[in-house]
């Protein structure tokens, strides 16, 4: 998902950033909300929240900015995990120094 225009009240044009859209979309998953509470928080409509959930649910891929290489979100979740196995792993193992 990259940034986004939506109009806002006012025709005021709004740009998302990809980390907005993924606060945004996590937040209709907490205890307490839906995504019509969301939108009108936030000022979008609904269809466009589900339309970032469905690019979510998906693995979209997402960038910080111009330039910048894309990782779809599924795949970075999957290597945090991986990363996380492996830190836990070489946590159990007995260190013992190299020697040369």
């Known amino acids: 998902m990259s ?13 998302w950033s ?17 995504v019509s509470l969301v939108a009108r928080q936030h000022g979008i409509s ?12 998906q693995g979209a891929p ?10 779809p979100a599924s795949e970075y979740r999957a290597l945090q995990n991986q990363v996380a196995e492996l830190q836990r792993l070489l946590a159990r193992r007995p260190w013992k120094p190299r020697t040369a």
């Open 62 to 71: 997402t960038a910080a900015g111009a330039g910048e290489e894309v990782v």
């Open 3 to 15: 940034g986004y225009e939506v109009i806002a009240d006012g025709g005021r044009r709004r740009f």
């Open 18 to 34: 990809a980390a907005e859209k993924l606060r945004i979309v996590e937040e209709t998953y907490l205890p307490g909300m839906n």
């Open 46 to 57: 609904r269809s466009q929240i589900f339309t970032w959930r469905r690019l979510v649910a």
